[in-house]
């Protein structure tokens, strides 16, 4: 690849691939290095290649790429936008499905993700992208993961035309509020983007029903996170509507960074690291564990979580006396409410208490989280005295180590 890629795309691709690093919608993460690589290009800078996880779970590897960050719009939060002093480049619908063709036949990527600023016009900008995902999967048989941005917009049509070879679309909110949007992504409308996603759900679930390829992994969206002023519970707000009414299968978190040249009307700093964390945390929650966005918020304060813990912890801390809970009897919604015990081991704790009663141990062989689960749940030979009622509960359950923050418990 090294020999084959000209020097020309290869400039392209340094910005390009470095433009769309600010795209949660795909979890991201330098390449690790690979030996025999490409000089500079998916190796130690790891230009492009990221990490995110598929459907049913599976790590892939994608590249990660615009189109073009060329942009007629002026999104105050975006390093794209017009007004940017930035370096632009713009690849052709052949460049990207040869660097894609290129890249998978090597394994370095198993999937594109392809983004883009919008260029002469939504449509044009949709075509084109559309014609990528097209071209590798008509022209090139290409098997691997493809993961579009779409452009709210853009005609229907094309819309649609690109479901039928993407694996999942998605239609970026970037801002709760139509207020937000308004002040800091002028052209952009909450209700044409609202719109296309509810476009996007009922073709979805028609292509479903009458068993045909279409976005097959679904759509999902990314919001950007502590570049206006709403809140963590108004945000969780906005995911809980958007997963009811639009059947989306992820709503990605994006800390709003500094970029070089921010716009003035965005706040200095950006906002603590861990605020993007926590609500990928209750947006779990949400999802998995049966909670509220009310509940989650009142783990915190005044709407915003709290940043030293995670939120059902933060609940529970609030909640005590809905517990300790039983583990040999206790309902699946109750124990999924124990701090520390994950969905996983919950599943795992019910299915060994039908034959016989658990003791502490049982738990600590089922659950790696009994350390903070402990004052929260009784067992065969454990019944915590009073300890939810100890004033240094939270300091006794948060290790004092730093740890791995854990999505699932
Ligand atoms: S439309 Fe997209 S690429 Fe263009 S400025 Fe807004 S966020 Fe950035």
Request: with cysteine.
């Amino acid at each position: 690849m090294g020999a084959t890629l000209d020097e020309k795309l290869k400039a392209k691709l340094r910005i390009l691939a470095d433009a769309a690093k600010y795209d949660a919608s795909c979890a991201s993460s330098g390449a690790p290095k690979r030996s025999g690589g490409m000089t500079g290009l998916g190796s130690t800078t790891g230009a492009g290649i990221c990490h995110a996880y598929t459907p049913d779970g599976r790590c892939v590897s994608l590249l990660k790429i615009l189109l073009t960050n060329y942009c007629l719009f002026d999104c105050a939060y975006c390093v794209n936008r017009r007004s940017s002093n930035v370096r632009r480049a713009r690849f052709t619908v052949d460049e990207v499905v040869k660097l894609t063709i290129e890249f998978y036949k090597r394994n370095y990527i198993e999937g594109l993700f392809l983004s883009s600023g919008i260029i002469r016009s939504p449509d044009h900008t949709m075509e084109e992208m559309m014609r990528v995902a097209k071209a590798l999967r008509r022209d090139h048989g290409f098997a691997g993961y493809i993961h579009l941005k779409t452009i709210p917009e853009a005609s229907p049509w094309l819309i649609e035309q690109a479901g039928l070879w993407a694996d999942r679309l998605s239609i970026n909110l970037e801002l709760p509020s139509q207020r937000s949007l308004k002040r800091l992504a002028p052209e952009k409308d909450g209700t044409t983007i609202r719109t296309a996603m509810g476009q996007m759900r009922e073709r979805i679930a028609e292509a479903r029903e009458e068993k045909r390829r279409f976005s097959p992994a679904g759509q999902s969206t990314q919001v950007i996170v502590g570049a206006d002023d709403t809140t963590d519970e108004a945000v969780l707000q906005s995911s809980a509507g958007l997963y009811e009414r639009y059947d989306l299968k992820r709503v990605y978190y994006s800390a709003f960074s500094p970029i070089p040249e921010p716009s003035r009307v965005l706040p200095v700093k950006p906002p603590p690291m861990q605020r993007e964390s926590r609500l990928y945390q209750a947006d779990w929650l949400l999802r998995h564990y049966g909670f509220t966005v009310a509940e989650i918020a009142a783990g915190g304060e005044g709407g915003m979580l709290d940043l030293g813990i995670d939120p059902k912890l933060a609940w529970a801390l609030k909640n005590r006396d809905r517990f300790p809970v039983d583990v040999n009897t206790g309902e699946r919604e109750l124990l999924l409410r124990v701090p520390g015990l994950g969905a996983r081991a919950v599943d795992r704790i019910i299915q060994a208490r039908r034959h016989r009663r658990l003791r502490l141990e049982d738990v600590a062989r089922l659950s790696s989280g009994l350390r903070r689960a402990r004052p929260f749940l009784i067992a065969a030979d454990h019944r915590p005295v009073r300890l939810t009622d100890r004033l240094d509960l939270r300091r006794l359950v948060t290790s004092p180590v730093p740890q791995q923050m854990s999505l699932f418990a």
